[in-house]
C-alpha cells in the first residue's frame, strides 16, 4: 500500500508528532493494564490497517523475546507481591511481580510498535520542512541524521563483505575495528560528497527559505482539538484527577469504564481514519 | 557567444606542491557539448569544480576563468547557483531529501523563489524529462541510472545556462545509461543549454560532442572538435580504433557511431582469420552451484531461481547483466556470504576467495594506500592495528610484492596519499591492488572497470590474464561488454535471477546480438566462425 496517498499521511507534521507524543505519554505516565492492552493492540492493528504486515511480523519477532526476557528477569529478582505462586530455592515468585512484568513488556511493546508505525509516516523530509522555519542549518543537519542510519547500515554489510573475517579469533577482533575505520571514514566522505551538492545547489544562499509544504488544515486543526479536548477531559474526570502526576502502580477503573472509549478513540485514531477513508471512497463509487 | 572561458588558469591543492592544473586555456561557445577528456587524475573534476565557485576546491589560482566576460570568482552567489549546475560521479551521494517531489524543490527553495514558481518549475521540469514515474519515489528506492536522472533534474529545475558534469555514465549500466543520454540530450538540442562533461567510455556521447579538451598531467594537450581529436586519439573509442587497427584509410570524417563504423569496415571487406579455438579445456571443479536460489526475505521474490553454475580452477568468467538482474547476490553466493534459501553451494577444500567490491571506499580502513596495500599483503594484528592508529604508521612497502603489485597497477606514487583523496579509477586500483595482494584461489570483481580510464582498463586487463596464466580463478561481473571481450575466457548472461547463456567467450558474443561487444556489433556481417569479437582479435586477424 502507498501510505503516501493515505489521509493519515497528508496530516501536518506537527499534529502527527503531536499524536505520537500523546499515545506516548499517556501509556507511559499511567501503569495502566488496559491502556497498556489498547497501545498494544492499536498499534498493530495501524500496521495492518496501512499494510504494513511484513514490519509488524519483524517488530513482533524482535519484541516479544524481549518482553519475554523483562517478564523472566523481574519474576527472578522482584520479590515484591501478596500471592505467592511458588517458590524457587527459598525465592517465593509472586502473581503481583509476574503481572507488573507483563505490563512492562506491554509497555515496551506498545511504545515500539508506535514509534516504528509513525517513523513510516514521519520521514526525514517532513521534519525538515516542520523545523526548517525555527533554524534551517539544524533541520538539515537532523533529516540529514534521520537519513544517514539505513545507508550506514547498507555500507556495513558492504563493509562487511568487502573485509571478510576468518576464523582465527585475533583477526576477528582486528578485522572488526577496520571495518568500523572503513565505514566511518567513508560514511565521512559520502557526506562531503552531499555537502558538495548542497553547496552546488545553492544550500547557503541567503534568500533560502524553505516552503511549509504540508499546511494545517481543517483536519489537522479538528484532530488536534479533539485529542486536546479528550486529554483534558480524562484527565480532568474523578479516576484519573487525582492522578495527574506518573503514578507507578497498577490500577484498573472498574466503576468509571467510560474513560476508556475516548481513550480508545485516541488509541485507533490511524485506524479510524483509514476507515473513514476506505468509506468515503465505497460510497463516491456508489455514488458513480 | 562564448559562455566562458579559461586563459593561463593554474591551481594548486593546499598543501601540495605540483599544481594539479598547469597554464589551461581554453573558450567555449554558448550551446556547446564539450568533453573533457584525460586520464584519471589529469585534472579534470578540479576544473569543473573550478568552473562553479560555491565547490571550488581550496587552493592557490592564478589565471583567468571567466563566465559571460566576468570572472567566475566575483560573480554573486546566487547567479553561480542558478546559471550553473553541477552533477557529481557518485548518484548515491547527492541527494538532500527522501523524496524525488522534494529534491527537485531544493534549488528553487533555496533561490528564494514563490511557492507558485516552486510549483510550476518543478511541474515543468518533470514534464519535460517525462520522469512521472519518478515524482513521487522514495529516492532510496531508485536504481543507480534514476537517481543520476533526479539529479539531472535537481540541477536543472531553475532552467541554467551551463551545466556540469562529473563522470555521469561511469556508474550507470548501459540502458540506464540510454535514459540519462536521452534526457540529457534533450536538455541540450532542445533548450541549448551548454553541457561541460567528463568521461571515459566517450562512445555514446561521441556523435553530440562539439569540442573536447584534453587534459594530460593538468597541461591543456588539445582542444579540438570530435573529429580532430579522434584522428589524434583513435583509442578513445571503438568506432574510431576499429578502423585504424584494420589499417581502413578515413578520408572523410572519423565514424562516430558504431553504425558509421560497421558501414566503413563493410565498405573495404576485410578478411579475418582466428586460430583461436571455439571451446576451451577447463580445469578441476572450484565453486558449483546446483538449482541454488536465493531471496532476500521470506515471502519476496527470488533474486536468483535454480541457478546451476561451475567455476573451474584457471577460469577468467565474466557474468554479465543489466541492473537488477541478480549480478551482486550471485557473486555473494559465490564467495560464501550469503547462502542459497534452496539448492547446493559446494566448495572446494581451503578455498580461499577476495572479493573486490563495487565501491572500493568499503575496504579503505586506513589513512594511506601504503597502509591498505601493506594490511592486504600482511594483514594486522591487534598490537599492529593499535600502533597503526596511533599515527605511528608507515606507508612504505612492507614486502617486494606489495612494490610489484602497486608498480603494475601504477599506484606507486599514490603510496603516502589518502585513498579518498584519489580519483574514482585511481580507488578502484588501490581496491584491485589490495585483493590481489591477499593472495587468493579465487578472485571475485564486482564491476571492475567501474570509472576507470582506458589505460587503466588495458592495465586491469593485463594483469587479469596474467592472473589467469599463473592458474588463478577469476570471475567478474560486469556492464562493460567490451572489457569482458577482451579479458574473459567464459561468459554468462544472467536475466530475471537466471543464467540465459553460458558460453565460451567466442560463441558468447557471436550469438547475441545485443548483448554483444563492440567490435563484434561492427563486424556483425561477417562469418560468426571469423567474426572478431575484441579489438585485439581484429589486430590478430588483421596480420
Redesign the interface.
Known sequence: M?I?RTLFYKLHTGTLLWLLLGVSVLTVTRVQPILAVLCVLSGALSFLCYGQR?ELRALLRFCLPVGAVLVLCNVLFSRNGMTVLFYIGDAAVTLESVLYALLSALHFTGAALWFSFYCAFL???RI??LFSGVSRGLA?IF??SM?LV?KTLQ?YE???????ASADK??K??VR???L??LF??VL??SF??A????????????????Q?YRFSVGDTAAVLLTVGEMCAVFLAPPLKAEIYPCFRPSVYFEQAWIYIPLAFFYFMPCLLKLWEVCKWKFSVQRI | MEIFSAKDLTFTYTGAEAPVLNGVSFSVESGAFVLLYGASGCGKTTLLRLLKNEIAPKGRRTGQLNFDGRPISEMPYEDSVKNISFTAQNPDTQQVSEYVRNELRFLPENLGLSEAEIRLKVAETVSFFGAQDLYNRNIRTLSGGEKQLVNLMAAFVCSPRLLLLDEPFSMLDPFSGERFLRALLKLHTELGVTVVLTEHNIQPILPYITQVLVLEQGRCKAYADADAFLRAYPTAAPSALIPSVTGIAVLDSVPKTLGQCRTLVQSHKLSLHFSEPIEVPRGEPLISLRHASFRYKKGSEDVLRAVDFTLCRGDCFAVIGANGAGKTTFLKLLSGELAPYSGKVKRAEHLSCAVVPQNPQACFAFDTVGEILNAAAVPPTAKTLFKLFNGTSNPAPVNSRVQEIAETLGLLEFLPRNPFDLSAGQQQRVAVAAALLKDPDVLLFDEPTKGLDPACRQSLCRQLRELQEIGKTVLFVTHDLDFVAETAAHCALLFDGEFVLQAPRRMFFTSGTVYTSSTAQVFCDTDPVCRPVSLSEVENGKA
Do not use: H
Request: charged share 25%; hydrophobic share 35%.
Open positions: 502507498n503516501n511484513l520521514d526525514a523530509d525538515y520542512r538539515i533529516s540529514l537519513a539505513p555500507k558492504q563493509t562487511c563483505a568487502a573485509l571478510p585475533d583477526n577482533l582486528t575495528f577496520l571495518r575505520s572503513a571514514s567513508w566522505e559520502d560528497q552531499t558538495v551538492s548542497m553547496k552546488a545547489r545553492g544550500a547557503m544562499c541567503p534568500m533560502c527559505r524553505t516552503r509544504k
